[in-house]
């Protein structure tokens, strides 16, 4: 059995972790030093498996390190390249796998492949991005929405076109219909694995590949349109979960096989085939532990206790903390991995629940997230 399935992951948001050199930012050393707080293979830690951290690479953090600016650094923020090879070493020396998010969508708009591509059109970086002139009344080339707001498109004066951008005009997108894009994205996947990491967490996996024509996206009918699945009052039918993404999430998991066990996943919110191509797909339930390690880990046990016994499994069992500890008081929550079903709910299907499902919260607390 591949080890993911049974394991407990704790994802850490790095800046708020643990602070080492007492500049007020969590750092990797700082998580180094809290390892047997989460697995000294003993009951009175957390029992961790695996540590997902959130994006560590050099980034102007307009949207937190989820714009980066270089795929094979740490950002000083958070240590060196060390400090994370030492981390690594560590873990694994406690039996725990070491998980990076990886953020392939897009860039920062600082990323030395970005600041050659708005250069000229002539650059050979150029096609690395989604570049297209303005429609003839000036506006942006489609219709197309940013999932922060607004248009998805910013205005380049210096060389007269849009850019495309899935998130903040500081976040440009991707052009992986450049088979140039895809193979340098290879090699920093590569570039980590290389390094002991055990795997990656994809951000928005679903959005990497665009509509080529890149059309509009339709409107949906009013008495069927969804806050939040049809943000910007748009069904997102070319903007995102196109069919090409699935040989490139292939790809990758052939690199991971090669390098043995190792894994990819991805927590996109669409529930649609794409995620399905990964190792596993991931639905959080939040829930609370105010009483420390102890607590928190009673708590999942009980929980998926639970799961194991009233519901029917999609693709594989697995449960997953997401941590972050405060002073004695932690908050968890529970992975549910599978595949969509339906309308995209993962249902328990024992009596019980479905005679609760009339409401979203009685539904909750019959699967145990109350």
Request: net charge positive; proline share 6%.
């Amino acid at each position: 059995m591949e080890w993911w399935r049974e394991a407990v992951f704790c994802e850490l948001y790095v800046r708020s972790f643990q602070d080492n050199n007492g500049d007020g930012v969590g750092d990797l050393a700082g998580i180094t030093q809290r390892l047997d707080h989460l697995n000294d293979g003993t009951p009175r830690s957390l029992g961790v498996d695996a540590l997902w951290l959130t994006p560590i690479n050099p980034s102007p953090m307009f949207d937190f390190g989820y714009d980066v600016a270089d795929y094979r650094d740490v950002d000083p923020l958070f240590g060196s390249l060390a400090d994370l090879d030492r981390l690594i070493a560590e873990a694994h020396r406690r039996n725990i796998r070491i998980i990076l998010d990886l953020v392939p969508n897009h860039t920062s708009h600082l990323h030395p492949w970005f600041q050659a591509s708005r250069r000229a059109r002539t650059d050979p970086y150029r096609d690395w991005y989604i570049w297209r002139d303005p429609r003839p009344d000036g506006g942006p080339p489609n219709n197309w929405v940013s999932s922060f707001g607004g248009p998805a498109w910013t205005h380049d004066a210096a060389t007269g076109q849009y850019y495309l951008h899935t998130f903040l005009a500081e976040q440009p997108d991707l052009n992986y219909r450049n088979p140039a894009v895809v193979r340098a994205m290879e090699d920093v996947i590569r570039f980590w694995l290389d390094r002991g990491v055990d795997g990656f967490r994809v951000d928005v996996i679903h959005k990497m590949v665009k509509d080529a024509a890149l059309r509009d996206n339709p409107r949906p009918a009013p008495e069927e349109e969804h806050p939040i699945r049809h943000y910007g009052g748009q069904i997102h039918l070319h903007d995102e979960d196109q069919p090409e993404v699935h040989d490139i999430i292939r790809s990758w998991r052939r690199i991971l096989d090669s390098y043995g066990e190792r894994t990819i996943f991805s927590t996109a919110g669409d529930w649609r085939a794409t995620t399905a191509t990964a190792t596993m797909s991931c639905r959080w339930r939040s829930t609370s532990a105010s009483s420390g390690a102890h607590g928190m880990r009673r708590r999942c046990a009980r929980k998926w206790t639970r799961w194991k016994r009233c519901c029917r499994p999609a693709r594989s069992r697995r449960m997953c903390c997401r941590v972050t500890t405060r002073r004695a008081t932690a908050r968890a929550s529970m992975i549910r991995c599978g595949a969509r079903r339906g309308r995209g709910s993962l249902r328990c299907c024992c009596s019980r629940c479905a005679a609760r499902r009339s409401s979203t919260m009685a539904r909750r607390s019959a699967c145990g997230t109350s």
